[in-house]
């Protein structure tokens, strides 16, 4: 009688261990799931916080291009309006060649080409906080 006894107890107290851990499991289940969340969430304002950067360095770049382009066509426009004068005065008499050549050759040179080309980067980067390393373990992972 005894025994049986030491043994029901023993069988209540599994079932009381048994529900504890259950209640445990399920705890833990949630917390894990609620950082899930937090990091899924953390991660998404992150997300739109570089897309928005992206989003402006895209909008500087593209006002530097339009910059960039008006100022080779005012070059050109100038160098085409040069061409026109020096093309003339070709077809002029010698003596209006002879007339004031400096003026020409002045403007001539004077004219700054600044031939340098921009070269336009991305300068936003996107480094998420342990992201490497996940994919390490990911990919370690499914390699077994």
């Known amino acids: 009688m005894a025994k049986m006894e030491k043994v029901t107890c023993l069988q209540d107290t599994e079932m009381k261990n048994a529900a504890e851990?259950?209640?445990?499991?399920?705890?833990?289940?949630?917390?894990v799931s609620v950082q899930f969340a937090k990091l899924h969430h953390f991660l998404e304002e992150e997300e739109q916080l570089f897309?928005?950067?992206?989003?402006?360095e895209e909008k500087e770049t593209k006002k530097k291009q339009a910059e960039n382009t008006l100022r080779?066509?005012?070059?050109?426009?100038?160098?085409?309006k040069l061409m026109v004068?020096?093309?003339?005065?070709?077809?002029?008499?010698?003596?209006?060649?002879?007339?004031?050549?400096?003026?020409?050759?002045?403007?001539?040179?004077?004219?700054?080409?600044?031939?340098?080309i921009e070269v336009f980067?991305?300068?936003?980067e996107c480094h998420?906080?342990?992201?490497?390393?996940?994919l390490k373990r990911f990919q370690g992972e499914q390699n077994f």
């Open 51 to 56: 897309l928005q950067r992206l989003s402006e």
């Open 85 to 116: 004068e020096v093309e003339k005065k070709s077809q002029s008499s010698t003596l209006e060649l002879l007339q004031n050549p400096k003026d020409l050759l002045i403007r001539s040179k004077n004219q700054y080409i600044d031939y340098s």
């Open 128 to 134: 998420v906080p342990l992201m490497k390393e996940m």
């Open 121 to 124: 980067q991305v300068k936003t």
């Open 21 to 31: 851990w259950k209640d445990k499991m399920n705890n833990q289940q949630l917390r």
């Open 72 to 80: 080779f066509n005012w070059i050109i426009n100038s160098l085409k």
